[in-house]
């Protein structure tokens, strides 16, 4: 089975940095996956990882270390829009399983 | 601007009635995921179809549940009878299997309340 371990929420001001971090228990890993979910919305992709490393999208980041089962979401420059949920998910073959979430909120 | 579209937006009913919840992939799209999302369990898998085949449908209560790909523009998940536990969320998602990143495309989501 997937166990996944996340903070539950992070309260951050405009203009900030946050770093979501997420452990991982897994029978199969292929790589690890972001979401982010606005209240009463769909969640949306953000970010894969395969490789151990960063990738970069604008003002979002995100990281692997296969080898500590451990990836982190690095959001640079908090603005309001970007209170949201945030989940990470390991990816196998097919299925996504994903943890508990993240609630950011970015006051001003 | 292809999205994945769900109906109901919303769907109120009774303890004991059908719900059937629709949901139209991307087109193109070959795999189709039913999810669950509620405040104690989150983010759950009910089901996942590939090229319209049931591939893996481990997370859905089978007596109650079930879940078709008549076609490869329609997806539905059927409850019968509801139960006012099944009162969640209920997301369709579609992607393509090997695509870029394994993005899955979510739709708007079924909100059910069952009374």
């Known amino acids: 089975g997937q166990s996944l371990e996340q903070p539950s929420e992070v309260t951050a001001v405009e203009g900030a940095i946050v770093q979501i971090n997420c452990t991982y228990q897994?029978?199969?890993?292929?790589?690890l996956s972001w979401y982010q979910q606005h209240d009463g919305g769909a969640p949306t992709f953000l970010s894969y990882n395969a490789l151990d490393g960063l990738e970069e999208t604008g003002r979002f980041s995100s990281f692997l270390s296969r080898s500590d089962s451990y990836g982190y979401l690095l959001l640079q420059e908090l603005q309001m829009k970007d209170s949201a949920s945030y989940f990470c998910a390991v990816f196998n073959d097919y299925k996504l399983s994903f943890g508990a979430g993240t609630t950011v909120t970015v006051r001003a | 601007d292809a999205r994945v579209t769900q109906t109901p937006r919303h769907k109120v009913t009774e303890m004991g009635q059908e719900v059937t919840m629709r949901c139209q992939p991307i087109?193109?799209?070959?795999?189709v995921f039913w999810y669950r999302q509620t405040m104690m369990q989150g983010l759950e898998l009910l089901a996942y179809?590939?090229?319209?085949?049931?591939?893996?449908d481990s997370g859905m209560p089978k007596d109650r549940f079930s879940a078709e790909m008549p076609d490869a523009t329609l997806a539905t998940l059927k409850i019968q009878p509801s139960e006012p536990r099944d009162s969640a969320v209920y997301f369709c998602?579609?992607?393509?299997?090997?695509?870029?990143?394994?993005?899955?495309?979510f739709g708007p989501g079924t909100r059910l309340t069952v009374l």
């Open positions: 897994t029978s199969g890993f292929y790589g």
């Open positions: 179809f590939r090229n319209r085949a049931p591939l893996d």
């Open positions: 998602a579609s992607g393509l299997k090997s695509g870029v990143n394994n993005e899955q495309f």
């Open positions: 087109l193109g799209h070959n795999t």
